[in-house]
């Protein structure tokens, strides 16, 4: 680790946050600059509404958004005017704060009047969104799927997406949302670092049970269910491309202003979390994506009050450890020396 920067070049230089230039003429970086910013809640939601406008049926991947505070009125005029015109549509929303990760400061509402307002929406920007009421479950529970995607260059636009990934499944039996069960965050949501502290948490020893779990293994239930699972991946591919296509013209922008054409700089590659939802009829859903993705491969446990030791996880290492490899193996720049020679 360098905490003040390296002067001697290297091939990678792997940035813990964000892309900063210290004056990095070569090599490569493991960040992009303006990624942070580009899938922010707020970015990326108006990146794929553009696209929904211009093609609704291959982004419709992604649950209606709306803005707030800039889209509280139309938010609530459109609510309001398709219940008029459908009135057994008995919605649920989710207010996500635009910088929160974790599960920081998400909660659901059933009409646009519950928008707690009292300040926090002006001082902190939101967005709320369609709540998937119908979830593909497993064991009964709520699960989303963790799966991380190499955007190895920008132009060309070149692609990967890993294998397996992480499937990180709630804690309490999941019911449709009422007046009643709208505030159980163990139902709800399936951030693992708010599911961690249910009574219900079980950390596995095995990469098919428990409250994280291997994507695969679920790949597996499901194709013994019968599922087509071929088309699935073919689906999720297709998400996984066209959100990048979205976020394409941004990101080039600060690409173009950070590292100029004919100016020395490094080239960047980056790991992305993708987080997806799956419908009941298994079609998969966009919920976010996550620019700088934890690559722990342990957890804490409590062995006394207070008193905390980190615990291999086998769910973590089996994933992350071979994201990790692919990665650098994938942007090996001794690859393209060895080729020359």
């Known amino acids: 680790q360098f905490p003040l920067g390296r002067r001697l070049p290297c091939d990678i230089y792997w940035h813990g946050v964000s892309f900063h230039d210290n004056n990095i003429f070569s090599g490569q970086v493991n960040k992009f600059p303006g990624m942070m910013e580009t899938v922010r809640k707020i970015t990326l939601s108006r990146a794929m509404r553009t696209m929904q406008d211009l ?24 609510v309001r005017t398709t219940k008029d015109s459908n009135p057994s549509w008995k919605p649920t929303f989710i207010v996500k704060p635009d910088g929160g990760c974790q599960g920081d400061g998400i909660y659901l509402i059933k009409d646009p009047s519950d928008i707690r307002l009292t300040g926090s929406i002006q001082s902190r920007p939101a967005v709320v969104q369609e709540y998937i009421c119908k979830p593909l479950l497993m064991d009964k529970l709520k699960f989303d799927i963790r ?19 992480l499937s990180r499944f709630c804690t309490e039996p999941y019911q449709e949302p009422t007046l009643k069960n709208l505030h159980q965050v163990f139902m709800h949501l399936t951030n693992y670092s708010l599911n961690i502290h249910s009574g219900n948490f079980i950390h596995s020893d095995s990469v098919n049970t428990g409250s994280k779990r291997t994507f695969s293994s679920i790949l597996c239930r499901l194709s013994s269910r019968g599922a087509d699972v071929k088309k699935l991946w073919s689906d999720i591919i297709s998400l996984v491309i066209k959100t990048i296509i979205a976020l394409t013209p941004e990101l080039k922008v600060y690409y173009q202003s950070d590292i100029p054409a004919g100016k020395p700089g490094p080239t960047c590659f980056q790991i992305l979390g993708f987080d997806i939802l799956l419908m009941k009829n298994l079609k998969p859903m966009l919920l976010e994506v996550n620019a700088n993705p ?42 393209k020396r060895r080729k020359d020679i």
Do not use: C
Request: avoid cysteine; aromatic fraction near 10%; glycine fraction near 2%.
């Open 55 to 78: 093609f609704p049926l291959e982004y419709n991947f992604y649950p209606r958004s709306w803005i707030l505070p800039e889209e509280l009125s139309l938010f609530v005029d459109e």
């Open 147 to 165: 799966l991380y995607v190499l955007l190895k260059s920008l132009e060309p636009l070149e692609i990967y997406i890993a294998k397996d990934g």
């Open 294 to 335: 934890s690559m722990r491969i342990e957890h804490e446990q409590e062995l006394s009050p207070g008193v905390f030791e980190n615990v291999p996880s086998p769910v973590d290492k089996e994933v992350k450890v071979a994201v990790i490899r692919d990665t650098l193996r994938l942007v090996d720049p001794q690859k």
